[in-house]
Nanobody, 126 residues
Framework: QVQLVESGGGSVQAGGSLRLSCVAS????????MAWFRQGPGKGRVGVAAIESTGDTFYANSVKGRFTISRDNAKSTLYLQMNSLKPEDSDMYYC????????????????????WGQGTQVTVSS
């Protein structure tokens, strides 16, 4: 049974930083493409960043230069380093896993991923 467990969310002031983590189990982590999505109340999930098993990365334009996605295959863990946070970054953040490669467009589609975590809340105050 695949499990993805996020942590690291919280409340910070604008300009601050957070590091989200997602620990995966029940899958051959090193072969999976991984991603972070965000979702607000009553809204759909939006891709934030993704990383392939090869290490190639993709980012939403809104976070380029501020967020960094990375993975530690030895620990089966996905990270999202979030710097220079803005109030508009506030949302629930979800970890997602896909058994297969990604493309520069497919990574943004929630339906591309077969497994999801429970989410971690990020709140940025002005």
């Amino acid at each position: 049974q695949v499990q993805l467990v996020e942590s690291g969310g919280g409340s910070v002031q604008a300009g601050g930083s957070l590091r989200l983590s997602c620990v995966a189990s029940g899958l051959t982590y090193s072969t999976y493409s991984m991603a972070w999505f965000r979702q607000g109340p009553g809204k759909g999930r939006v891709g934030v960043a993704a990383i392939e098993s090869t290490g190639d990365t993709f980012y939403a334009n809104s976070v380029k230069g501020r967020f960094t996605i990375s993975r530690d295959n030895a620990k089966s863990t996905l990270y999202l380093q979030m710097n220079s946070l803005k109030p508009e970054d506030s949302d629930m953040y979800y970890c997602a896993a896909r058994d297969g490669q990604m493309t520069s467009t497919r990574w943004t589609y929630p339906g591309s991923y077969g497994h999801w975590g429970q989410g971690t809340q990020v709140t940025v105050s002005s």
